[in-house]
Each structure stands twice: as structure tokens, then as C-alpha cells.
């Protein structure tokens, strides 16, 4: 690609350029260093940049984020190279939107375009010694009006100024309201400004006064105030009306309409003494030259209890007349046909001792009640051809009452062009945008608009009085104060700055550094380096990056291509010492697919030079004697070399023989590969950019063997699959671990479990099948500590990886049969009882599931947990048929319902399989002064849980069958381990595992929480008990084992024939269970399941699946009450049956009874105003699993009424209170499902720095 000379006179076709059609591609780049820009003057304003209009019909940029109906430019999909940096062809720079800053972003474009606000903000000067330019309003508000102005960016941030106002970063993720920040920004500007020439500027720029007043209608005497008002909030629709105010015109018209104070609102007259029909209203007495208007669309729905948003359309003039609603005649003067009240919803904004909620600060003096005659020269009247406002700023809210986004349409009073100013977009726009404001949506709605209705349009309209004395121009550049101008400059330097600073980012290279330090070994840093510095002096940069001054001389460092992921070092740079970075990077890159790590050698060594092609091999050296495995060497070798000459390079770098050598390569997880095809090459074996292999060259007949029986192989395996686990131990009291007694069980080939002190080295037959019918608990032969000391190669060179190892066990727990150990009560409900924790349930010990005999040594029953003495349960509760065979998942003991991974003397029926295990006792430092015990266990992953527990027990004290595993997650959250035939290969390094004391769950068995279900009560589900539903097990099994638990735990004596078991989803009763089902066969149940369990007054009725349970609730509409729940069992489906029931039980003749499925979660509790009317009676079908009924299973709710029966007639008042107490009913149920929304956080701004220092300004 050749650049083009644009000082050439050569035609575009002798430039290479394709004609008849064809495609051309230009690429733009930077021209010594600087990005190419748009054209503009200096000045950098609309108003003085001398572009005409079609050269700012169009913005540069990318699409916004919503499209909003005001802004049609946004369209565009037109695009410019560095259209980020780069000012809007308007001429105008828009606002960065922190995050949800948009209502901010709108009224501060709007203070910039009022040239009276722009030109006063400028007059100010700050004074720094004075006050820290961090905190001052002003200071910042100033400096932005400043870069808006002047700025080339396309759009700059507002931190500064958020930050003034005492925010943190929080605060632009709270959305507000535009109007609600222009009061509160305007009292902190008035406080900040006090005892200067601004001190006024708030009130004489925004500020009208109207008076309030009271006028009896008997003698005429009126009784009025004067107030304040910074902005008119009008109507959009009057409470309880159909119809919304089509116009702003017809709103202000309202705002002053008078309100006649009769009945028992009469009106005490001080002239008559006596209460009197009266008229209350408000005249406006004068207007500001700043009028801003709000549309109140934002509103509350007493009958939803929502906040809402009113779209209904409202126009709004480009000029407005305000002369027809001005008072004329003299304010002390009687009034007899005047103005009066809008009503008490407008009170809050315009009255003065309402203002301190709107706008007025707690120390202010209220300035409307001032009636001094000196006040009444700033108030003359104007004729009425001078109270003309025209429009010049429309904010626009789009979305709902729960949240939106806020944009601003804005008129230039330079060009009278209107403009979007919409966050960092800014574009022209017509008058048909404006319109598309006015609001307004088709189809026919209901009182108020949905809470959740989203809509474009008018929110707040700012009017400026059209009076040539006073309006004022935008002050140009050239025409700043001193103090502007020094500023200006200011804020040029610190932007060329910041472009330099991005030159110099877009030159620098940004990548991983690593580096293997002698005393603080691997370290990782980013190295950021110009791309025109060389490899010398980057590697400089590095050395002291690394901190090595003190440590290693700089000619002993150097930095080679290292890929971190692989390990594996690419290359070095030999003679490259004075290459840029930038060509040895391959050029400024945001990522690189490569790291650089920073080499260090001995003074003594010399740098082995990597070159591209190499492989690097990891080399472990393995001690069978010792069964010990060497950190590893690294020894470089190329892919195309044979497995012969491989083992010559290892020859080198270890010393063993080549003779007796055996190499094994570990191409990944559990894959062992035995090199022993002499001309075969390492590609061909496998081999990739980084490995790891494993040598050993002893003379022992072990490679005799196949290897994988093998004691190479064994270590190995051993090696690549154990992992080191923390286990916390039950609190027991007295003992430790080093005297706690052995669980032994009693069995007939009088085996016993193996002490894990004892040492015993591996063999073949513990890998193979055993006649033992339990794991071996065995402890491996002493391992060095590879911790305390790092092997170094000879070079220096290799990447350090530490096998952790630990120290042999020096005791186990031995069996006394002297020390009888005793344990605390503990249950699992006073460790953890949260229900919604699946794994944390009560301790079941029940008769009828305690399948193991504990005892001590001396065969005696011991105490359990929870100080219950243990039983002995005869071998005629036990199926025989599956003696003497692995037990898998499905099988299941077909007596009881419950699957055992035991025999009848406690022992794994699985078969028997060698796998490492090794615990040693430590204190858990950690634990916050906490004393309960922990074992470090280095364990084989493959091991099942049933053998982990196993191999537990003489730590914990118990069989394995009373105590249950928790696995610990980051979050200190746990969860049960229960599946026994699972292994521990989910689990890795450092997990941690909780042991508590209880029964634990058998295969087959589950943990099931019961609920009861109360219909009539006001919360029908109530937690009872947890309990274990077994496998097999009938359902009125289930309820003779729950119903003493009941009675035991819950104080509830119930009948086993006066309860049922059914089906709970959420809080929602469903299938009936009946006595003859069988779980897992009838029934599907899982881990954490939940049933309901329900009390009947009368024996189950239920006998068949073929019928069906429906709860049915009477609606009375003539007092406007529901009946209590009652129960009607269906032999089918039929709807005529079902009325046919509804009409035995209730005496409404069959012919008027209707009837209609109630909605969402049980109860599916309605309002009484809204039942007659919104749910679907008398659905036209003939059987209930059809559309739109769907009753299919029992639990299902049905309301039913006599269609002859009239509704109660009801008062507004009576009405009103039903209301309320219906609203309060549902909303304490929590049956009503409504709109939530986040809790606001209250707008402020402080004047003294932030939240903390806070007194209450606000």
C-alpha cells in the first residue's frame, strides 16, 4: 500500500486508483504523530466557528445507546476515525454520562445555553486561597462551561463537577429527577455565593412572586400572603378526570382557576366573625425572565399503589403569553371576582412554608412574605405586549416511572438553530422533533397509564422573556475576563497535555514481565516500554522493575520470549541488544499472544541461547527407594530428536545412566506414557512446546514388569492424583485426637481396621482385589520434605515448579480401650438452621434406619452425639440379596426402602482397591480463635466417600454411618456430601471439609423437609421438621415414622388416618400421595425435597389417582366477603360435576351457580373490589383440563358465586376504606404481585466536601 502525494498533480487513475466501478480502498494514518482532524477554527464555538448549515446537518460518532423519537439524526451511521476525540460538526461538545448522570448531563447543557447564566457564571472569580477549587461549585461549573466552549473533544466528563457537589462514584448509578437537581444546585449555588455580586443572580433570573389569598363571599374581605416560586409545576391530568389538559395554555389557566370553600370546608372570616362560604385560589404577580415550566407526569396510582408516568399529550407554544394570567390590578386592593386556588396538589410547590421540601434550604429566610413598598419598583408591571416568553430548552424524559433517560432539545440563541444535546451526542434537529415531544399514545387506556409504559416526551420547558434591554449574547472568547482567559489557557495546556500523554500510549508497549527471583522467587510485573527503546535498554528498565540492584549485577540479566500458559521459554535475543522493541514485539499491540521474562545467571555461568524450534522439558527425577519425586530440571531439546539422544540431554543434566534409564512422559492429567522405542522422535511420542517427563535409573528389577504394575507407574499415578484437603473435626470433649477410642465393629473374619501410624510401603496386592471387605487404611513410606530446599539446575535457567510434600504422619489415632471418649450435644440445627441450606438438617437417629452397631473396644454401646444410648437392629431387617456383590446406584434393599453402601458389620461392600490416604492432626491457625481440631489428609481424589469416611473414623471417634461430610465452599457456605459412591474428584488442593456428628444418609435414603398446610390460616405454610424418606419406603411408612417426630419435636398428636402427604411446588399444595405409593417407583423424589402435610377433620376421602383434589372458596358479592376453603374431591374431569358439588355444599341452585379459577400462588388470594369483575366466570367448557381452566392435578383453587346475587352498593367513602384495607391485606399476605422498586437515595449536594461532614443543609 503506497501513500499517496497529496501535493501531486497526477490524475486519480495515474494514482493507481481502479475505474469502471470498482472499489477503492483509502486508509487514513497518522501524519507525525497527530490524528487527522476536522476542520475548525480556534475558537471551537457554533457561533464563531463559520460553518455553514450543511456542514453541521450531520454529527460524527458512533449510534447512542436507545433511540429516542427527538434526536432523528441519530440514524446516522456514518463514522470518522477518531470520531471519539474529535469535536460534533455542530460546533458543540456534549456531556460523558458517568453512568446514570443523563438528568444532570441535560440541565447543565441548558445553564450553558442561557447566555444571562453563561456570561454572570464567567463575571465570578475564584479566589483559591480562599477555598480548595476540589469543593467549589462554582470553580468547576466554570471550568465547564469553559471546556464546552473552547474544548476540540467531542464530549468531556463531568467527574469534576460531581465531585464538588461531595459525590462519590455511587452516586452515578442513582438516577433522580432533573427538576428536583436544578432546585437543589441553585440553593447551593445561592450559598456559595453569598457576600458576592452572584448573590442574587438565582432569584433575579428565575424568581416570580403570586400571591395566596382567601376571599369571603359574604363581605368581600380577603386574607393573602405573597410567595416565592422558581418554577410553575402544572398539571397533566386533574385527580379523578378522564381527560388530560390538552395545552400548556390550558393548565395555567387551572394553576390560577378559582376553588370555592363551602360545606363543611367553609372559610372563618375575621371581618364577620363567623365561618362563610369563601373562594381560595392564587394570582400570579410577576413573572421571571427565566419562566420554567414542569410538567407534573409523574404521579401515584392509589388503586395500584404505583408511582406512574402520564404520556397523555400536552402542547406547548415556541412563544408564550403569559398576559392573560398575570393579576393587573393592585395586591392589597379586595377582590371579588378574581383568581383563587388550584387545589391542595399544587400547595407543596409554590407556597412558601412548603418551599423548604422544593427548593429552599433550613436556614433560609422566607422571602415572600416581605411587604415593604420598597419591593414594588422591582415589580412594575410591564404592558402585557412585553410579558412574551419564548421557548429556548425542552428536557425530555423517555420511559417510565420506574426509570429512563433524560435529553435535552435546546435553541442557540446565536443562530436560532435547535439543537439535541443528548449525553455525548450532539446534533441539529427541526421543529417537527420538538412536536414529537408534546407526548401522547394511541389506543384507549384506562384511569392512568400503566406503571411500566414507556414513552418520549416534554418533562421541564424553559422560556426566556423576549425584552431587547435585557436579552443578552453569549460572551465570545475574545471578549473573556482575565480570569476566564487565564483559565482558558489553563485548560489548553493541561489539553495538549493529555493528548501528548495519549501519544505517548499509542507508542508504548504494555507486556507481562515475569521473572524468577533469587530471594523473592516468580514475580510478575507489566513492563510498559516505548516501542522506539532498545532490547538493552528495556532489559535496564526490567532489572530495576524487578528490584534486582542489590541482588544480581545487570550484565548477569537478560529478557527472553516466554509463553507464561505453556511455561515455556521461545527464545532469546543474541545479538539483538540494540533492536527497538518495537520491532522485536512486532510492533504496539493492546495484547500480545507472548509474555518476556526477565533471565538471571551466576557470574560463574554463561546464557544458553533458545532458539525458535526448541522444546523445553521439565525433568523429574524419581527415588524409588525413597518414593520421592525431585523438582524438576529443565533441559531444552528440539522435536525431531530421537527418544535415544533425549535421554543422553538428561543423561547430561542428571548423572543417571542411560543404561538403566527409564523415561515416562506426562502428556497430561492421568496420562503416563513409557518411552521405550529408541529411534522413535519426541513429536512422534507427543511432545509439545512445554513437558514434563519423570526418569528413574535404579537397579531394582522393577522394569522387569509391566509398567503399569509397575512401582514407577503406582508412585506416579499416585503422585499425579493426590490432593491435600483441610478437615474440620467435631467438637468432642474430653480427648484428642491422639487418645480418642476406635469404633471397631465386630465382624465374623474378625478384621480390623489398620492404625494409620503404621508405615507400610506399596505392593501389588493392595492395588488388587483384597478379602478384606473394606479399603485399606494405610499410610505411605516417608516422603522427603521437598518445602524446605529448591533444586536449581547447573544453568540457572529453568522454571522453578515446587511439589508440595508433606511430612510423614507421626501418629494416628490409636485404638484405647481405656479412654472411652464422650462427646457435647451437638446437633445440626444449633450449628446451622437455615432452612434455605440444603445441606443443614436436623440429626435423625430413628430405630427403624440405625443400621450399625456402635461400639467401643470392649463391644459396649457408647454414647452418641446427641446423647442417645445406640441400639443393636437385628439381621432379619436386612435384605441377603445383595450380599457378596458390588453395590451400585439402583440397587436398593427392597425391605426397608433404603440402600447401605455397608454390610451387616459396618464394612465397604464395594470391592476392595488400594488408594493412598495419609491424615495427620494440626491446629487450624486460621480459625479466629476458634479450638475445634482439623487433620491435614493427603488423599487419593479417586477415593469413593464412603471409603473417605471409612478411612476417617478413627479420627472422628465414630462409625462412619454417624457422622455426615460438608464441603466447604469460598463463600463459608456448605452443602452435604451424600452420594457414597461418588469420589472426591470434584475436589482440589486446600479444600476445606466439615465434619458433623448424626446420622448420615444411606443409599437411597433422602432429606426431606415438611411443611404444614394451613388453607384457612393467614400464612398457610408452615416449616415443621426435617425428616428421611427412604427409597422403597411406602408413603404410610413414611408417615408412622414421622408422626412421632411430630409429636416428639412439634407437640402435634395426630392420627395416621387424619393426614395426608401431597406434593408442595413452591407454596402451591398438589398431588395428593396415598398410602399404597411407593417413592421413587409412584412418587419421584430427590435430594432436598419438600412435602406438604395436612391435617384433615374427617378420614381421607382420596382413594384413587383417578380422582381428583380441588380447593374451592365461596365469593359472596352482597357483603363482599369470601368464605373459608373447602375441599371437593372429583371422580373425573367434568365441569358438570364439579358445579354439580359446588351446589351441594353451598345450596345455590345449579343453574345460577358460576364459577372461576383463581390465580397465581396459593391462596391466590384478589381483592374484593376486583373479584366480581376480573376473573373469567363461567368458562364455556365441558371438562376442567382444557384451556382456560388447565386443572389437571389436586391443589388447584376455585372461586364460585350464585349469579342472581347483586353486589353490595358502596359509598365512595365506604369504598375508599374497603380500599385501603384490602391494599394493607394483600400487601401483608404478599399475594399481591406489584412493582418494587429500589430504594431511592435522597439528591444532595454538600457544601463541605462529602456525605460525611454533612449537617443536615439539605
Known amino acids: 500500500m503506497a501513500p499517496l502525494d497529496n501535493s501531486s498533480e497526477m490524475s486519480l487513475s495515474d494514482s493507481g486508483f481502479e475505474p469502471g466501478g470498482k472499489r477503492n480502498f483509502l486508509q487514513l494514518t497518522d501524519k507525525d504523530g497527530e490524528q487527522p482532524q476536522i476542520a475548525s477554527d480556534e475558537s471551537g464555538t457554533a457561533e464563531s466557528s463559520g460553518l455553514d448549515d450543511s456542514s453541521q446537518e450531520r454529527f460524527i460518532g458512533p449510534l447512542p445507546r436507545d433511540s429516542t423519537p427527538g434526536c432523528s439524526d441519530y440514524s446516522s451511521p456514518s463514522y470518522s476515525y477518531s470520531s471519539i476525540l474529535n469535536k460534533s460538526e455542530t460546533g458543540y461538545v456534549g456531556l460523558v454520562n458517568q453512568a446514570m448522570t443523563c438528568y444532570l448531563n441535560s440541565l447543565l447543557q441548558t445553564l450553558f445555553m442561557t447566555p444571562e447564566f453563561r456570561n454572570a457564571l464567567y463575571n465570578w472569580e475564584f479566589e483559591e486561597p480562599e477555598e480548595d477549587p476540589v469543593t467549589s461549585i462554582p470553580y468547576q ?81 380577603e386574607s393573602w400572603r405573597i410567595d416565592t416560586y422558581l418554577d410553575i409545576p402544572l398539571v397533566i391530568r386533574p385527580f379523578g378526570a378522564s381527560q388530560a389538559y390538552g395545552s400548556v395554555e390550558e393548565a395555567l389557566q387551572a394553576f390560577i382557576q378559582p376553588e370555592t370553600l363551602d360545606g363543611p370546608n367553609q372559610y372563618f372570616c375575621e371581618r364577620c366573625k363567623k365561618k362563610c362560604d369563601a373562594r381560595k385560589g392564587l394570582r400570579f404577580l410577576h413573572f421571571p425572565y427565566l419562566l420554567t415550566l414542569q410538567l407534573k407526569r409523574f404521579d401515584f396510582d392509589y388503586t395500584t399503589m404505583h408511582r406512574i408516568k402520564l404520556n397523555d399529550r400536552m402542547t406547548f407554544p415556541e412563544e408564550l403569553d403569559m398576559s392573560p394570567f398575570i393579576d393587573v390590578e393592585d395586591e392589597k386592593s379586595p377582590q371579588t371576582e378574581s383568581c383563587t386556588d388550584s387545589g391542595a396538589e399544587n400547595e407543596g410547590s409554590c407556597h412558601s412554608d412548603q418551599m423548604s421540601n422544593d427548593f429552599s434550604t433550613d436556614d433560609c429566610v422566607d422571602e415572600g412574605i416581605c411587604l415593604d413598598s420598597t419591593g414594588s419598583t422591582e415589580r412594575v408591571l410591564k404592558p402585557k405586549s412585553l410579558l412574551t416568553f419564548e421557548l429556548f430548552s425542552v428536557m425530555v424524559h423517555s420511559g417510565s416511572a420506574a426509570g429512563g433517560h433524560y435529553y435535552a432539545c435546546i435553541k442557540s440563541f446565536s443562530d436560532g438553530q435547535w439543537y439535541s444535546f443528548n449525553d455525548q451526542h450532539v446534533s441539529k434537529i427541526t421543529q417537527d422533533d420538538i412536536r414529537k415531544t408534546y407526548g401522547g399514545s394511541s389506543g384507549s387506556r384506562g384511569y392512568y397509564s400503566s406503571a411500566f409504559a414507556s414513552s418520549t416526551n416534554a418533562y421541564m420547558l424553559i422560556y426566556r422573556l423576549k425584552d431587547p434591554s435585557r436579552n443578552a449574547k453569549y460572551l465570545a472568547v475574545e471578549d473573556f475576563p482575565e480570569h476566564i482567559k487565564s483559565l482558558v489557557q489553563k485548560e489548553k495546556e493541561s489539553e495538549e497535555q493529555e493528548k501528548r500523554q495519549r501519544e505517548i500510549e499509542r507508542n508504548t508497549c504494555k507486556i507481562k514481565l515475569f521473572c524468577v527471583h533469587p530471594v523473592k522467587m516468580m514475580m510478575e510485573s507489566k513492563l510498559e516500554v516505548h516501542k522506539d527503546k532498545t532490547l538493552r535498554e528495556a532489559t535496564e528498565m526490567a532489572y530495576k522493575l524487578m528490584e534486582l540492584e542489590a541482588v544480581v549485577p545487570l550484565d548477569c540479566c537478560r529478557l527472553v520470549k516466554y509463553d507464561e500458559f505453556h511455561e515455556y521459554l521461545e527464545r532469546s535475543y543474541e545479538g539483538e541488544e540494540d533492536t527497538p522493541m518495537g520491532v522485536l514485539l512486532g510492533g504496539v499491540k493492546s495484547s500480545y499472544m507472548f509474555d518476556l521474562l526477565l533471565e538471571t545467571r551466576r557470574p560463574e555461568q554463561v546464557f544458553q541461547p533458545y532458539k525458535p524450534g526448541e522444546v523445553m522439558v521439565k525433568v523429574h527425577v524419581v527415588n524409588l527407594k525413597s518414593e520421592t519425586i525431585a523438582s524438576p530440571i529443565s533441559v531444552r531439546a528440539y522435536l525431531n530428536q530421537t527418544i535415544t539422544e533425549f535421554k543422553q540431554l538428561i543423561a547430561q543434566a542428571t548423572g543417571l545412566s542411560t543404561e538403566t534409564m527409564r523415561v515416562v512422559l506426562e502428556r497430561c492429567y492421568n496420562d503416563l506414557r513409557l518411552l521405550y522405542v529408541p529411534n522413535k522422535t519426541l513429536k512422534a511420542e507427543g511432545f509439545f512446546r512445554s513437558n514434563k517427563v519423570f526418569v528413574e535409573s535404579s537397579e531394582l528389577t522393577d522394569h522387569q514388569v509391566a509398567f503399569t504394575d509397575s512401582l514407577l507407574w503406582k508412585l506416579l499415578d499416585r503422585h499425579g492424583n493426590t490432593i491435600r484437603l483441610l478437615v474440620l473435626l467435631p467438637e468432642q470433649s474430653p480427648g484428642t485426637l491422639a487418645n480418642r477410642t476406635l469404633c471397631q465393629k465386630q465382624q465374623q473374619g474378625s478384621s480390623t481396621i489398620t492404625n494409620t501410624s503404621t508405615n507400610t510401603n506399596t505392593s501389588d496386592s493392595q492395588k488388587s482385589s483384597d478379602a478384606s471387605d473394606f479399603e485399606h487404611i494405610e499410610s505411605p513410606t516417608q516422603e522427603a520434605d521437598s518445602n524446605s530446599s529448591l533444586c536449581v539446575a547447573a544453568d540457572n535457567r529453568e522454571l522453578e515448579n ?44 430413628s430405630s427403624s434406619h440405625s443400621s450399625d452397631t456402635l461400639c467401643n473396644a470392649d463391644s459396649g454401646p457408647i454414647q452418641l452425639a446427641n446423647g442417645l444410648d445406640s441400639h443393636s437392629i437385628t439381621s432379619s431387617r436386612r435384605s441377603k440379596a445383595h450380599e457378596g456383590k458390588k453395590e451400585t446406584w439402583e440397587t436398593a434393599e427392597e425391605d426397608s426402602g433404603t440402600d447401605s453402601e455397608y454390610d451387616d458389620n459396618g464394612k465397604s461392600k464395594a470391592e476392595a482397591h488400594y488408594l493412598y490416604f495419609k491424615a495427620e492432626p494440626c491446629s487450624q491457625e486460621d480459625a479466629a480463635g476458634d479450638a475445634q481440631k482439623c487433620l491435614v489428609v493427603h488423599v487419593d481424589k479417586r477415593i469413593t466417600l464412603a471409603a473417605f469416611k471409612q478411612n476417617l473414623e478413627p479420627y472422628v471417634g465414630v462409625s462412619s454411618t454417624q457422622f455426615k461430610v460438608f464441603r466447604v465452599y469460598a463463600n463459608n457456605q456448605e452443602f452435604e456430601s451424600v452420594r457414597l459412591n461418588e469420589t472426591l474428584s470434584s475436589f482440589s488442593d486446600d479444600n476445606k471439609i466439615t465434619i458433623r456428628l448424626g446420622r448420615a444418609l444411606k443409599k437411597g435414603e433422602y432429606r426431606v423437609k415438611v411443611y404444614q398446610l394451613l388453607v384457612n390460616e393467614p400464612e398457610p405454610c408452615k416449616f415443621l421438621v426435617d425428616t428421611v424418606f427412604a427409597k422403597g419406603m411406602t408413603v404410610r411408612q413414611s408417615k408412622e415414622e414421622l408422626l412421632p417426630q411430630l409429636k416428639e419435636q412439634c407437640k402435634l398428636d395426630l392420627g395416621i388416618d387424619r393426614v395426608r402427604l401431597r406434593k408442595k411446588t413452591w407454596k402451591n399444595p398438589g398431588t395428593v400421595f396415598l398410602d399404597y405409593h411407593v417413592y421413587e417407583e409412584d412418587i419421584s423424589i430427590s435430594s432436598n425435597w419438600e412435602v406438604f402435610l395436612e391435617v384433615l377433620n374427617e378420614p381421607e376421602k382420596m382413594k384413587s389417582m383417578s380422582q381428583l383434589a380441588v380447593l374451592t372458596r365461596r365469593w359472596s358479592p352482597s357483603t363482599m366477603k369470601l368464605g373459608p376453603f373447602q375441599e371437593v374431591i372429583l371422580e373425573s374431569s367434568s365441569v358438570e360435576e364439579l358445579k354439580e358439588k359446588l351446589s351441594e355444599i353451598s345450596d345455590i341452585p345449579l343453574e345460577n351457580l358460576e364459577f372461576a379459577k383463581g390465580r397465581g ?46 353486589p353490595l352498593e358502596l359509598s365512595d367513602d365506604e369504598r375508599n376504606e374497603l380500599m385501603k384495607k384490602e391494599s394493607s391485606r394483600l400487601l401483608k399476605t404478599g399475594h399481591r404481585v406489584s412493582y418494587s422498586p429500589r430504594k431511592e437515595k435522597a439528591l444532595k449536594i454538600y457544601l463541605d466536601g462529602g456525605p460525611a461532614k454533612d449537617t443536615g443543609q439539605d
Not at 810 to 819: K, L, V, Y
Not at 1176 to 1188: A, E, G, I, M, R
Open 141 to 221: 461549573l466554570q471550568r465547564l462551561f469553559v471546556l464546552l466552549q473552547t474544548s476540540k473533544k467531542r464530549a468531556i466528563e463531568t467527574t469534576d463537577v460531581t465531585r464538588s457537589f461531595g459525590w462519590d462514584s455511587s452516586e452515578a448509578w442513582q438516577q433522580h429527577d432533573v427538576q428536583e437537581l436544578c432546585r437543589v444546585m441553585f440553593d447551593a449555588l445561592e450559598q456559595k455565593w453569598k457576600q458576592t455580586e452572584q448573590a442574587d443572580l438565582i432569584n433575579q433570573l428565575y424568581q416570580g412572586k403570586l400571591k395566596d389569598y382567601v376571599r369571603c363571599l359574604e363581605c368581600g374581605y
Open 1161 to 1206: 400462588t396459593f391462596p391466590c388470594d384478589i381483592s374484593v373490589l376486583e373479584i366480581h369483575q376480573d376473573l373469567d366466570w363461567n368458562p364455556k367448557v365441558s371438562t376442567l383440563n382444557v384451556w382456560p381452566l388447565y386443572i389437571c392435578d389436586d391443589g388447584a383453587v376455585v372461586f364460585y358465586r350464585g349469579s342472581t346475587e347483586e
Open 802 to 845: 515446587r511439589i508440595r510434600a508433606t511430612p510423614v504422619a507421626s501418629g494416628g489415632a490409636s485404638s484405647d480401650q481405656e479412654n472411652h471418649f464422650t462427646c457435647e450435644e451437638r446437633s445440626d440445627s444449633e450449628v446451622n438452621n437455615d432452612r434455605s441450606t440444603s445441606s443443614v438438617d436436623s440429626d435423625i437417629l
